[in-house]
DNA sequence: TTGTTTATACAGTAAAAACTGTACAAACTT
DNA sequence: AAGTTTGTACAGTTTTTACTGTATAAACAA
């Protein structure tokens, strides 16, 4: 085995590592694959790029750039005098980490704090009714105690979610660079 | 609507909520509903039960309620005279969270580490080999590089898990509890 | 022991998701 | 303007995943 089929099987063996593990970001083993083709191009690509190195379909190519766009973990890139359009991967792990963990749970956050709001209200109100039954009464009241530790929790999650997006999650646990810096 | 009624209406919402978002861990809506009849209901429930509720088979009740305790977020209860295995959903939610992170990212960690360490060690070999082109070695280095960094990143991403492991995380980020009592 | 109850393995089916090829719209070129 | 090039919407197909029903193993009862 010559040096460049040695250096294609080292990437090889990242790219299929990547495509194992995806599946945490919510994607498709397929699209870890592109992104891990990207990884090891230094210049972007087009989604011709991707069709030929991948051997799949361009609307594939397509719709799965944009998968990975949306989680930012890959971005457009330009380059003057070329038309298509070119991707690359955003080579900041740690921030798109924490894009990906800030998207994926805001949204959820945000529905559970309407849901909740709403069900407190109502069960709020039906606790209040005098013509209810004393059993009821107490059914509701017990509701009520356990939306309240969700929406606590929800909002502890949210909490969490700032302090990922503020950086502040690095004063906890550094990065490297940083831990010997001092830092 | 009577107030059972409106009570059945306020459950079944955060329920549907449950079940819409649960694809966070990476489980089916109808394992979100199961999570959620069980989250209302006081009593630990049985297989049947669950079937019962949710009108399912009770072989899809046996395999998701094994994924949602794989998650550690329901666990197997005991009541004296009582044959059937039963189950109940864990209440600390907060640890809930640091459980599904943990599972999820460790593995995840460990599979990246094994992969990245196994393609460094034959890349510096080849780095190290004076046969090969500049061009190639050129190559070869700026790879090097890449897993470096990618090392780096999963070696913080095992200290992130860590410090949820240790609940240092409530240090920086407290529960609503803890901020009342100055803690 | 034999009979009963309960959970799950497994094979088959239904439903959902991923992928492809064609068609077309938007952007650009001449 | 007409002719290209490029990305994506959409319909159809393939593949994968979720779910069901039957069969069986394990645990318990008599």
């Given at each position: 085995?010559?040096?460049?089929?040695?250096?294609?099987?080292?990437?090889?063996?990242?790219?299929?590592?990547?495509?194992?593990?995806?599946?945490?970001?919510?994607?498709?083993?397929?699209?870890?694959?592109?992104?891990?083709?990207?990884?090891?191009?230094?210049?972007?690509?087009?989604?011709?790029?991707?069709?030929?190195?991948?051997?799949?379909?361009?609307?594939?190519?397509?719709?799965?750039?944009?998968?990975?766009?949306?989680?930012?973990?890959?971005?457009?890139?330009?380059?003057?005098?070329?038309?298509?359009?070119?991707?690359?991967?955003?080579?900041?792990?740690?921030?798109?980490?924490?894009?990906?963990?800030?998207?994926?749970?805001?949204?959820s956050i945000s529905?559970?704090?309407?849901?909740?709001?709403?069900?407190?209200?109502?069960?709020?109100?039906?606790?209040?009714?005098?013509?209810?039954?004393?059993?009821?009464?107490?059914?509701?009241?017990?509701?009520?105690?356990?939306?309240?530790?969700?929406?606590?929790?929800y909002?502890?999650l949210d909490?969490?979610?700032?302090?990922?997006?503020?950086?502040?999650?690095?004063?906890?646990?550094?990065?490297?660079?940083?831990?010997?810096?001092?830092?």
């Open positions: 085995m010559d040096g460049k089929e040695q250096l294609e099987k080292s990437r090889e063996r990242i790219i299929e590592t990547i495509a194992q593990n995806i599946h945490l970001y919510g994607l498709t083993p397929s699209a870890g694959r592109q992104y891990g083709t990207m990884f090891f191009h230094d210049d972007p690509l087009t989604l011709d790029d991707m069709t030929e190195e991948l051997g799949m379909s361009k609307t594939s190519m397509s719709t799965s750039v944009r998968a990975l766009s949306d989680l930012k973990l890959v971005e457009r890139a330009w380059k003057r005098g070329v038309r298509k359009d070119l991707y690359q991967v955003k080579d900041d792990w740690y921030q798109s980490f924490i894009d990906l963990f800030s998207i994926k749970w805001r949204r529905l559970y704090s309407t849901t909740i709001r709403k069900s407190l209200n109502e069960l709020n109100k039906l606790a209040a009714d005098p013509s209810i039954t004393d059993d009821l009464k107490l059914m509701v009241e017990r509701d009520i105690e356990k939306l309240r530790y969700v929406q606590d929790y909002e502890w909490r969490l979610v700032d302090a990922f997006e503020d950086h502040d999650i690095f004063d906890l646990v550094p990065r490297k660079d940083d831990i010997q810096e001092g830092k």
